[in-house]
């Protein structure tokens, strides 16, 4: 069965730090990877998504990550914390055929002043 | 282009009681998932629908229910609700490729549901 584990579910960085959330997961067949952001009392937001063109995928707020098949991770980086940054964010992995998405647990990040 | 929403926002229910969420998808986007996100489970996913069937179904009692109209918008109950259904109902929509690519989800806020 596919899965999604989330390393650390509390990280705290200071701001203008590196931020790094870890993401690994498990699957038979190529996935699609996404991650998500949670800001409080609102749903998820897209972050990124890796389709399998290109193994570096940008997204928004500076946000990146990089698939690693031979690791199977997929960690999201930012060179520069901001407060604006701290939410929960969650990383989901996919596959074709219209399959429900499988969450991770989710990392909330903290960003110290 | 208007988002996913969701209604109501907030909902505080007695045990017992069956309580009904609803959710419209993003114009053009015909599929809409279910899911309960909870401090201890996390999201966990609900039903999704297509074109008015549930295409697929995650692991949660016949008290979850949902379905699907004409015009895509959704429904979700929950019968004999439990304190243990308090949580955030999130609906999601996304189109839906009969080629088998994964389209992505896009999220509504979600609703607040407290069992008391």
């Known amino acids: 069965a596919q899965s999604v584990t989330q390393l650390g579910s509390h990280v705290s960085v200071s701001e203008g730090a590196l931020v790094l959330l870890r993401c690994n997961y498990s699957?038979?067949?190529?996935?699609?990877l996404f991650w998500y952001v949670q800001y409080p009392n609102q749903g998820l937001q897209l972050l990124l998504k890796?389709?399998?063109?290109?193994?570096l995928v940008k997204g928004i707020n500076g946000f990146e990550a990089e698939f690693k098949k031979s690791e199977t991770s997929f960690h999201l980086t930012k060179p520069s914390a901001h407060m604006s940054d701290a939410a929960e964010y969650f990383c989901?992995?996919?596959?074709?055929?219209?399959?429900?998405?499988?969450f991770g647990k989710g990392t909330r990040l903290s960003v110290i002043a | 282009k208007a988002g996913v929403t969701q209604t109501p926002r907030y909902l505080i229910k007695t045990r017992g009681q069956q309580v009904t969420l609803s959710c419209s998808p993003i114009?053009?986007?015909?599929?809409v998932s279910w899911y309960q996100q909870t401090p201890g489970q996390g999201l966990q996913f609900l039903f999704e629908y297509f074109s008015e069937t549930q295409r697929n179904k995650g692991n949660f009692p016949g008290r979850f229910s949902g379905r699907q109209f004409s015009n895509s918008r959704s429904e979700m109950n929950v019968s004999t609700l439990e304190l243990g259904d308090s949580a955030l109902y999130l609906c999601a929509s996304r189109k839906w490729d009969r080629g088998g690519s994964l389209e992505t989800q896009y999220f509504g806020p979600g609703t607040r549901l407290l069992v008391l």
């Open positions: 699957s038979s067949v190529p996935p699609y």
């Open positions: 114009s053009g986007h015909r599929s």
């Open positions: 989901a992995v996919g596959f074709s055929g219209n399959t429900p998405l499988v």
């Open positions: 890796y389709t399998s063109a290109a193994t």
